[in-house]
């Protein structure tokens, strides 16, 4: 992953080969049984952190729910499988961790990001085809300019300022893909070869585009042996 701005603007251009490279290791992993799961967060880890997200709603999400709805058949108890509600594109993880995120950050993100959308021009995302990881399965996200602009600002702006609590998994870099998070991995691990197949089959289907009004401020939180997703925030977006 690059660790700038300019760096992951044009790395976008290549979207399409990162896809296909993290699927041919995430194929591979899922039919050996070598996916690398993902541990519960605790207070101060940089994952699963007060972040902003693109929501993804309507159409797109009822398209993307149908194939949630067939992986949780495939892999019951092993894995995270996102509630259609929770589905996201991340835009920047602000924060690490925490058991509790204090009112005043929620305030500090909430201007932030106010000023970085100020005059954003529109902020599309087309949905098209599944992939995955050893990691997990993701839906693939291709966005317009904006969402590169953007994480340009707020990268800038955290360089200025720095974490307020936890420094966040982004902490270092500009995220340089817009995935949509379907499944996480965790334990057991064991060969998934008919989610591979599920994957596979959907490669290249077209599920939509998500037209951005507005951003979500959202914190992560452990509990019953699942990660749950609350927004904090919504901040609309210039039109």
Not at 16 to 37: K, S
Not at 152 to 169: D, F, Y
Not at 199 to 214: H, M, P, S, W
Request: with cysteine; net charge neutral.
């Amino acid at each position: 992953m690059p660790d700038g701005p300019a760096a992951a603007i044009e790395a976008d251009t290549s979207l399409d080969q990162t896809y296909a490279r993290a699927w041919v290791e995430g194929a591979a992993a899922m039919r050996a049984g070598t996916c690398q799961p993902d541990t519960p967060p605790a207070e101060g880890d940089p994952r699963w952190g007060l972040s902003v997200v693109i929501g993804i709603d309507g159409e797109v999400r009822d398209r993307l729910a149908t194939d949630l709805a067939a992986m949780r058949a495939l892999c019951p108890d092993r894995h995270l499988v996102y509630l259609p509600e929770h589905l996201h594109c991340t835009v920047r993880s602000l924060e690490g961790y925490q058991d509790r995120v204090p009112a005043e950050q929620v305030d500090h993100y909430v201007e932030q990001l106010s000023t970085a959308t100020a005059d954003l021009p529109p902020l599309r995302l087309r949905v098209d085809g599944l992939g995955g990881s050893p990691g997990g399965v993701f839906a693939l996200g291709y966005p317009t300019a904006s969402l590169h602009t953007l994480r340009a600002r707020l990268h800038e702006a955290a360089c200025r300022t720095g974490p307020l609590s936890v420094a966040g998994s982004d902490a270092r870099r500009v995220r340089n893909t817009a995935h949509v998070s379907m499944v996480v991995f965790g334990e057991p691990i064991r060969p998934e070869p008919r989610l591979a197949d599920h994957v596979a089959e959907r490669r290249d289907t077209t599920y939509g585009t998500v037209d951005v009004t507005a951003l979500s401020l959202v914190r992560y939180r452990w509990a019953d042996g699942t990660v749950r997703m609350r927004r904090l925030a919504r901040i609309p977006m210039a039109r």
